[in-house]
């Protein structure tokens, strides 16, 4: 644990009554675009490699990828090289738990991808993981080593439009995961703070086992509950107090998912609807993504930008090590290769580069661009907290299934005569694996649908009845018209009658077509579910599967709803999909 001295006193701003946001975020994006554009001007234009070419491939967290891959283009165009060789880096997008996973099975690159010669992920808890997941198999040494340089960095926030930042206390005042509590537990919302209008405090985090906000945020909320900021054991892990104080600030959430993108884009969504203040009222996010969402999309700054509030108790850092795997694919000419490349990632033109997109340098030095005026304190986090040892660690992640918040979902599975053949016994061999991700006391209806709807499997527990539920699956059979809209509106009808605000209440609704009923109001579906009361708000977890689904319908009925839409235009990669949106669950 590494501290850092108190930050100073800075003047409190309303939001509401600060017109010259957009600018002063605009002008900060400006002078980023220009330092961004200078970096990566290129060098050198063409390059000979007649000797051959060494070939480096990193797999690397999905924020800081593509940057990376810019990084390593100007790499190669300054003429990089292993002796005589070339060296050609390839950076390969990999969200850090799924890489964590996939390190710990032992890599199969016909279900992984191209194996790594590095691997960068967002954190060095990730890591940590790996070695307690491979800690039998590599008794002798060990795939990562004990510890890696780091890249870059950027803490983890609990990011808050600035208006509810700001009711309670932000800049000035400490907040931290006992107020998430305190909130969570108040009956009265934010009419406890004086806004009534903003309703129930609603937090938004990602899924502990895939992404590192989560982990960060779920390591956090156990040492917060410690009162501690180190030295945290499975005893502490355990403790019945403890275990308490974090189901209880899972109660505030709205729900899960693998990634902070959906919170981001439906607060965007909502922000541009002006309904921003009660669709979530803190993610737990990377700063580094607070600065992005303040810069805005195609030229439109959010009305309500966001503010980076850093938990009072402590927080960890997404470091962003840079790990040279000890494996044996990784021969010499290799390593050399990674040391290079290593060599131009901390140095200056790209520790600047890094800066100017909003991260921290190796350091945690910021650029000008982490400021007040895009949401952010300068001075980071007061008290910095370094991930636990491998089994308390491990311990805390595993924790995930008893201290999460419950949830109560329909399945709407279309099996419309277009599903035939190969497409639907892909689909039920997904939706039958998709099962094992409920908990035991999580609820399941699971309804089949084409021209008409049929249960499959009434509302209830999936404890007793997994290999119950699963066998439905397995007996569904392709025929028949695709009434999309109908069914999606009887699903949300269905819950909203059934609605329990202790629970996440929505919907899974799969096609791999079009609306081919009667019913052709979409737009009075989608104004449905836009105006629902959040209290009883159920969300509709679109998927589109094969070539012939109707995206655009499916994405919004999913952003009417504050909820996701899912791509499987290749069947191939449904098992992953549906992992990926009952992950929200």
Known sequence: MAARPSRPTVPTMNAPQTPNWPGRIALAASVALIVGYALLAPRTPTRTCAAGTVSLAVAASQEKSALLRELAQAYERG???VGERCVSVQILEKASGDAEQALARGWEETSDGPRPDVWSPASTAWTVLLREHRSARDAAGGLVPQASPSLLQ???????PVPMAEALGWPNAEIGWSDVLALARDPRGWAARGHPEWGRFRLGKTDPRISTSGLHALVGAFFAATGRSADLTEADVADARVVAFVKGVESSVVHYGETVSTFVRNLRAADQRGTALTYVSAIAIEEKQV???NQGQNGARPAIPLAAVSPKEGTLVADHPYVVLNAPWVDAPKRDAAAGFLAYLQ???????FRAAGFRDKDGRGGPELALANGIVPAGPAIV???PAPTVLAAIQRSWDDVRKRARVLMVLDVSGSMAGTKIDLMKRAAAGAIDGFAADDEL??????GGRQEVAPLGAVGPRRDELKRG???LVADGSTALYASARAGVTFLRSRADDSRINAVLLLTDGKNEDADRDLDGLLASLRTEDETARVRVFTIGYGDDADRTTLQKI??????AFYDASKPATIDRVFRDVVSNF
């Open 347 to 353: 140095g200056t033109e790209a520790q600047a580069r």
């Open 79 to 81: 003429d990089a090289r």
């Open 385 to 387: 907290i370094s991930p």
């Open 445 to 450: 209806a699971i309804w089949a649908f084409s």
């Open 558 to 563: 999913a952003e009417a709803s504050r909820a």
């Open 154 to 160: 950027s803490p983890l926030v609990l990011a808050m």
């Open 473 to 475: 699956i397995g007996a």
């Open 291 to 293: 600065w992005d969402y």
